[in-house]
Antibody, heavy 121, light 110 residues
Framework: QVLLVESGGGVVQPGRSLRLSCAAS????????MHWVRQAPGKGLEWVAV????????YYVDSVTGRFTISRDDSKNTLYLQMHSLRAEDTAVYYC??????????????WGQGTLVTVSS | QSVLTQPPSVSAAPGQKVTISCSGS????????VSWYQQFPGTAPKLLIF???KRPSGIPDRFSGSKSGTSATLGITGLQTGDEADYYC???????????FGGGTKLTVL
């Protein structure tokens, strides 16, 4: 059974940094592409980033490019999202999500419960 | 404005059928697999349909997916009050090199 558990969310001031973690279990973590998807309060889903299973490719939505970095530690079965220069519009629930292939193709087949990031002074 | 266009809301009576459309373009829906997700308030999304028309194990056959050209469709038959949720389509956009979701459709079972 796939289990994805996010942590690291909280309240942060604009311009500051935060790192989210996602502990994965129940599947061969190193074999799958992993995503971050966010959802602002009362809004729809917004894809944030993906990293291939072998780490060769990573892609980002334009609004976070240059500020956010996705990474993974296969030895710890953990996905990360390092967020810098946070803005009010980054306020959202951040979901860690598993792809069903090793790349960005296919679908997102499993989701964590999400962690809330609030950017506010 | 989402790259994929969904109706904001749809409604139907219990037992009836409803369809939710997802309109995209050649760079996304037409040439990449479309998946559909169900989300109840305060919970994480759940995969309903992948690869345009396949159901993961455990998803009832009341849920179906189809695609023609740049448009994909989610169908739900035998509507139940428990189907009331938000539904999202998603796919990769090969031109933008990003994953894209539709704006979401709120299903109301009257």
């Amino acid at each position: 059974q796939v289990l994805l558990v996010e942590s690291g969310g909280g309240v942060v001031q604009p311009g500051r940094s935060l790192r989210l973690s996602c502990a994965a279990s129940g599947f061969s973590f190193s074999s799958y592409g992993m995503h971050w998807v966010r959802q602002a309060p009362g809004k729809g889903l917004e894809w944030v980033a993906v990293m291939w299973s072998d780490g060769t490719f990573e892609y980002y939505v334009d609004s976070v490019t240059g500020r956010f970095t996705i990474s993974r530690d296969d030895s710890k079965n953990t996905l990360y999202l390092q967020m810098h220069s946070l803005r009010a519009e980054d306020t959202a629930v951040y979901y860690c999500a598993k792809g069903n292939t090793g790349s960005h193709y296919g679908c997102i087949d499993s989701w964590g419960q999400g962690t809330l990031v609030t950017v506010s002074s | 404005q989402s790259v994929l266009t969904q109706p904001p809301s749809v409604s139907a009576a219990p037992g009836q059928k409803v369809t939710i459309s997802c309109s995209g373009s050649n760079s996304n829906t037409a040439n990449n697999y479309v998946s559909w997700y169900q989300q109840f308030p305060g919970t994480a999304p759940k995969l309903l349909i992948f690869d345009d028309n396949k159901r993961p194990s455990g998803i009832p056959d009341r849920f179906s997916g189809s695609k023609s050209g740049t448009s994909a469709t989610l169908g739900i038959t035998g509507l139940q009050t428990g189907d009331e949720a938000d539904y999202y389509c998603g796919t990769w956009d090969s031109s933008l090199s990003v994953w894209v979701f539709g704006g979401g459709t709120k299903l109301t079972v009257l």
